[in-house]
């Protein structure tokens, strides 16, 4: 399961600020990957050679930059190099505006937790307590 559909499940399930810790964690990090071949973008199966990578960590303070041996030896690196580079300035930007708007999410949920149901909190509690069984009976009220 991929990090958007496991977010959408906890926020569904009423896990929420698991939701947040989960978003948190992956909006820290970034992998920008321009390719030169031929291959579909769906296929992670991919020749390195063909490849400009940057991977942004903002935990760590690290950037990591790969330029596959192809793009150096034809000279497709000039080529590539500014359209990658605005991607990472792009990429870098969206890191930041994604932690302020999980930031105020944070706040809002700190500022409204006090004042939720606990079954709300954990919504697996509420289907265990007495009161919230259900009977079914043939009869006609």
Request: hydrophobic residues 35%; glycine residues 4%.
């Amino acid at each position: 399961m991929d990090t958007t559909a496991e977010f959408k499940q906890k926020i569904r399930a009423g896990e929420i600020s698991e939701a947040i810790t989960l978003a948190m964690s992956e909006a820290l990090e970034l992998k920008i990957s321009t390719r030169t071949d031929n291959q579909s973008s769906n296929n992670q199966e991919y020749s390195s050679d063909n490849c400009l990578q940057t991977n942004i960590n903002m935990i760590e303070g690290r950037i990591e930059n790969e330029v596959g041996q192809n793009l150096i030896e034809n000279g497709s690196y000039d080529q590539v190099k500014e359209f990658h580079l605005a991607l990472v300035k792009q990429g870098s930007y969206m890191i930041l505006k994604n932690m302020e708007s999980l930031q105020k999410m944070f706040a809002i949920l700190n500022e409204t937790l006090p004042y939720l149901p606990e079954e709300s909190l954990n919504p697996s509690s509420a289907l265990s307590e007495n009161n919230s069984t259900l009977y079914l009976s043939e009869e006609n009220p």
